[in-house]
T-cell receptor, first 114, second 114 residues
Framework: SAVISQKPSRDICQRGTSLTIQCQVDSQVTMMFWYRQQPGQSLTLIATANQGSEATYESGFVIDKFPISRPNLTFSTLTVSNMSPEDSSIYLC???????????FGPGTRLTVT | AQKVTQAQTEISVVEKEDVTLDCVYETRDTTYYLFWYKQPPSGELVFLIRRNSFDEQNEISGRYSWNFQKSTSSFNFTITASQVVDSAVYFCALSEAYDYKLSFGAGTTVTVRA
């Protein structure tokens, strides 16, 4: 499996501010995804991070709120913009390597918005 | 749209008991992939197994076994002789071949008591 790191591991932010989460993989991967896990809930896909082009967002998630970058095959960022307490969640990146079908997840970023 | 249902919210067992987690899925795609993930109290999401839609062979890995039945759209997971370290939330998930996006079930919390 790939080694995936996320920064920061956790943060406490004030309402109205933005936070950028980084996801780094130790090898090139075909696909990268961003998920949200609200407290006590399951995981929901936010978007597919496309290398060199705009991310593909799921219903209910928009680029202005969750801008995503993926400049190369090993790195992606997710920004949570203009945060509100409802954004308090764990944000996880996942990767899928060429020829495989399972996704491996990063350790997650635990975000609390006050 | 694809859908994954885990009807059991919580299961509590005593160590050494067997526990079976149910997963029922819906998809219109003919090629799809089914997964089980484990999320222990530490929070990381651990990949356990993938099953392809065209491979209905059941699988055993140590104390874990999986029963995939296309006729009933089910992919159940059994832990034999459970241990305290098996205490976690277990998620069943589905992806379709055209986009590989994961849809997760609500998760089943397993508590194994010593």
């Amino acid at each position: 499996s790939a080694v995936i790191s996320q920064k920061p591991s956790r943060d406490i932010c004030q309402r109205g501010t933005s936070l950028t989460i980084q996801c780094q993989v130790d090898s090139q991967v075909t696909m990268m995804f961003w998920y949200r896990q609200q407290p006590g809930q399951s995981l929901t896909l936010i978007a597919t991070a496309n290398q060199g082009s705009e991310a593909t967002y799921e219903s209910g998630f928009v680029i202005d709120k969750f801008p995503i970058s993926r400049p190369n095959l090993t790195f992606s960022t997710l920004t949570v913009s203009n945060m509100s307490p409802e954004d308090s969640s764990i944000y996880l990146c996942s990767v899928m390597r060429d020829g495989e079908y399972e996704q491996y997840f990063g350790p997650g970023t635990r975000l609390t918005v006050t | 749209a694809q859908k994954v249902t885990q009807a059991q919210t919580e299961i509590s067992v005593v160590e050494k008991e067997d526990v079976t987690l149910d997963c029922v899925y819906e998809t219109r795609d003919t090629t799809y992939y089914l997964f089980w993930y484990k999320q222990p109290p530490s929070g990381e999401l651990v990949f356990l197994i993938r099953r392809n839609s065209f491979d209905e062979q059941n699988e055993i890995s140590g104390r874990y076994s999986w029963n995939f039945q296309k006729s009933t759209s089910s992919f159940n997971f059994t832990i034999t002789a459970s241990q305290v370290v098996d205490s976690a939330v277990y998620f069943c998930a589905l992806s379709e071949a055209y986009d590989y996006k994961l849809s997760f079930g609500a998760g089943t919390t397993v508590t194994v008591r010593a």
